[in-house]
T-cell receptor
Framework: DADVTQTPRNRITKTGKRIMLECSQT?????MYWYRQDPGLGLRLIYY???????NKGEISDGYSVSRQAQAKFSLSLESAIPNQTALYFC?????????????FGEGSRLTVL | GENVEQHPSTLSVQEGDSAVIKCTYS??????FPWYKQELGKRPQLIID?????GEKKDQRIAVTLNKTAKHFSLHITETQPEDSAVYFC??????????FGKGTSLLVTP
C-alpha cells in the first residue's frame, strides 16, 4: 500500500547536535507537511511544501529548517537541538487540489534531546 | 494563523452513550473542517470531514455538524464502544491550504 515513511522512528541526542528527520512517500502527493506533537498541545505545524520549489513556514518554524529534495522526500532539520524540541514529529501528505483535502500521516519520529 | 479551540480536553462516557466534542475557529473564510482519531501509539487518521457548503455529514455512528454563523463545528459519536477510546483532533485551514489543529480531546469509553 502507498504510505508515508519516516526515519528514524526514535532518536535520542544531546543538546547542540544537528539532527535530520526524513520523510518519504509513495502516495504520489505533491503536498508535504511537518507537524510536532506535544502532550496537551495537539499538533502544531512547523513547515509545509506544495511542490519541490515551494517551502512555507508554519506556526512554529523557529529552530527548524526543511529541504524538499524531490516530490516524494521532505526532510526536517534541527541545526542545534535543544531540550524543548523533545517531541513526537509527524510528516504528512495531501493531494494537490484547488481545495483542501485530508492529510495522511506517517508513523511519527520520537525525538529526545538531552 | 487560524486559531482552533477544542473542548473538552478529556471526556469519559459509558459504553453505549453518546459523545460530543466541539471546536471553534476564528477565520470566517475557513471552508474545510476535518476530524482525526489518534489511538495510543498510532498516527492520526482522518475519520470524517465537512465542507462549508453543508451543515451536517454522517458516517455510521459518527457525524459532524457545522454552524458557520457561530464559527463552530462538532463531532458526534453515538452508541460509543470501547474501541472509540482515543484522542480526537479537529482542524481548520491555515493560510488556505494547510491545517491548524485543536489541542485534542482524550475520549475514554468505559464498559
Amino acid at each position: 500500500d502507498a504510505d508515508v515513511t519516516q526515519t528514524p522512528r526514535n532518536r535520542i541526542t544531546k543538546t547542540g547536535k544537528r539532527i535530520m528527520l526524513e520523510c518519504s512517500q509513495t502516495k504520489g502527493h505533491d503536498r508535504m507537511y511537518w507537524y510536532r506533537q506535544d502532550p496537551g498541545l495537539g499538533l502544531r505545524l512547523i513547515y509545509y511544501s506544495f511542490d519541490v520549489k515551494d517551502i512555507n513556514k508554519g506556526e512554529i518554524s523557529d529552530g527548524y529548517s526543511v529541504s524538499r529534495q524531490a516530490q516524494a522526500k521532505f526532510s526536517l532539520s534541527l541545526e542545534s537541538a535543544i531540550p524543548n524540541q523533545t517531541a513526537l514529529y509527524f510528516c504528512a501528505t495531501s493531494e494537490d487540489r484547488d481545495y483542501l483535502l485530508g492529510l495522511f500521516f506517517g508513523e511519527g519520529s520520537r525525538l529526545t534531546v538531552l | 494563523g487560524e486559531n482552533v479551540e477544542q473542548h473538552p480536553s478529556t471526556l469519559s462516557v459509558q459504553e453505549g452513550d453518546s459523545a460530543v466534542i466541539k471546536c471553534t475557529y476564528s477565520d470566517s473564510a475557513s471552508n474545510y473542517f476535518p476530524w482525526y482519531k489518534q489511538e495510543l501509539g498510532k498516527r492520526p487518521q482522518l475519520i470524517i470531514d465537512i465542507r462549508s457548503n453543508v451543515g451536517e455529514k454522517k458516517d455510521q455512528r459518527i457525524a459532524v455538524t457545522l454552524n458557520k454563523t457561530a464559527k463552530h463545528f462538532s463531532l458526534h459519536i453515538t452508541e460509543t464502544q470501547p474501541e472509540d477510546s482515543a484522542v480526537y483532533f479537529c482542524a481548520a485551514p491555515f493560510s488556505g491550504y494547510a491545517l491548524n489543529f485543536g489541542k485534542g480531546t482524550s475520549l475514554l469509553v468505559t464498559p
